[in-house]
């Protein structure tokens, strides 16, 4: 962490991210200090506070929202508000939450939508929401459902209550609409209608962080009875997929989520390295009785095998690390061609730490560990780290980007799974999906209760 920081420190203060190889900082988020904020709370945990002071005055004293920007209403919300969110609970100071607010007030007029569901991306400055043409104008699943921690948490320390009102009229839509029928959803949904415009499914990419906040946001609101909502539908999507989608390859034996791409067409016998988060939040959620008895037991079987998959697309290749997604067939696990890189993405670490503090089991720990090595050996640059271009081959190629999750989460779930289990502890605190941690609700103040925040304004559109 203290050679990825001073590189970044160095060469790319106050950009996105370190282009460790041109040793120069590049904007892929605005210029709103993705690495930055996306450290504070490695840099506090870790005890590198003097790091973590110059962090924390460039965010309160020299951030600016305030940008002609079409900005990612998921990657901000993310990266940048729940960083924020997260140094305030960590350290106190107050000025933290006043730059959270700032940049959720903005953020805020993405929901105006007729059914309340949000516009992926708004520009800062004109704080106009749109969508991209290629979903036909629709929003992503990952993105609109994976929001609800960080607005949550703004309303319970600010007491303002509208920003969970309008996260949580999404998720209460999402339920109405489509849960009583199926737990897994089309990935793209519009924003003005409320129907699908696609009917594939994935656990991977554009599907996720929406079925991981379902069982975060349930925990994280202290399990109420009253917030059954998620609970149920985490349970449903799980069983779904746990039927639909779940195979074990019988050249390999490895136990992997295929990705189910529409009606009438073979399902996509593919597994992400994104989706290496379902066994961490598979074992989450045995561990928070979100499931009892043998579907618990089941639950976290399945998430042992998955993560012994995810180990196995590290440990196969020659680099000893993973690439961006596997096929399974009669050859067994196969790299494809256009897959071979890695961009030091954390999800298989985030298994190996959930799958370590459910379990125990010390295998967790080596395999983070070899894991580990081949970082070091592979992706150390001189300046920070990078991600490489084919994992297949020795030495692999490196690309020019030191992502900031790699400090957010990849090296925090590392040092977790080395910590004392009582450093972020599963029963006090939430990690939402960018690896910030979240002090769990003991107690919820009236105004954030169920019945309070489903009074959303918004305009409901009236089904068929």
């Not at 209550?161 to 849960?179: H, R």
């Not at 609970?231 to 390859?249: G, H, P, Q, T, V």
Request: aromatic share 12%.
């Amino acid at each position: 962490m203290r050679h990825s920081w001073a590189g970044y420190a160095q060469h790319a203060w106050g950009f996105d991210e370190l282009m460790p190889l041109t040793q120069n900082g590049k904007n892929s988020f605005g210029g709103l200090g993705a690495t930055i904020v996306d450290s504070l709370d490695t840099l506090w945990l870790m005890g590198l506070k003097d790091e973590f002071k110059a962090a924390r005055d460039w965010v309160v004293n020299e951030l600016s929202f305030n940008k002609f920007y079409e900005a990612s209403v998921f990657e901000t919300t993310i990266r940048v508000v729940g960083g924020i969110l997260t140094a305030h609970e960590l350290s106190g100071d107050e000025a933290f939450l006043r730059r959270a607010e700032e940049l959720v007030q903005i953020l805020m007029h993405a929901f105006d939508t007729p059914t309340g569901i949000p516009y992926g991306t708004i520009n800062l400055q004109t704080q106009q929401g749109r969508n991209p043409t290629w979903t036909q104008k629709a929003s992503i699943l990952s993105e609109f459902g994976t929001e609800q921690l960080e607005l949550i948490q703004t309303s319970l320390k600010t007491g303002n209550p509208v920003y969970a009102q309008k996260t949580e009229a999404v998720i209460k839509f999402l339920n109405d609409k489509w849960c009583s029928m199926q737990g897994l959803l089309p990935l793209y949904i519009h924003p003005q209608t409320g129907q699908a415009t696609t009917q594939m499914v994935s656990l991977g990419a554009m599907g996720d962080s929406y079925y991981e906040y379902l069982l975060k946001v349930w925990i994280y609101k202290g399990r109420r009875a009253e917030d059954e909502m998620y609970r149920a539908m985490w349970e449903r999507s799980m069983d779904e997929m746990l039927r639909k989608l779940l195979f074990k390859n019988e050249e390999s034996g490895y136990t992997y989520v295929a990705e189910f791409a529409r009606c009438g067409s073979p399902l996509l016998h593919k597994m992400d390295h994104l989706s290496c988060f379902i066994p961490a939040m598979l074992a989450l959620g045995a561990h928070a009785s979100a499931v009892t008895g043998a579907k618990a037991t089941r639950y976290l079987q399945v998430a042992e095998e998955l993560t012994h998959t995810c180990w196995q697309m590290y440990h196969q290749m020659a680099s000893g690390l993973a690439p961006e997604y596997v096929e399974f067939g009669t050859a067994g696990m196969v790299t494809a061609e256009k897959a071979k890189h890695n961009l030091l993405r954390p999800e298989a670490m985030e298994a190996m730490f959930v799958l370590w503090r459910v379990t125990q089991k010390e295998q967790y720990r080596e395999w983070a560990w070899e894991m580990f090595l081949a970082f070091e050996k592979n992706c150390k640059m001189p300046v920070g780290y990078a991600g490489l271009k084919d994992v297949t081959v020795v030495p692999p190629p490196t690309d020019n980007t030191m992502q900031s999750f790699w400090l957010a989460e990849t090296l925090k779930y590392l040092w977790l799974l080395f910590a004392p289990n009582d450093v972020v502890s599963l029963d006090d605190w939430v990690l939402n999906t960018e690896a910030h941690p979240l002090r769990i609700i003991k107690k919820l103040p009236d105004f954030l209760t169920s019945n309070n925040t489903a009074q959303a304004q918004v305009n409901p559109v009236v089904m068929n």
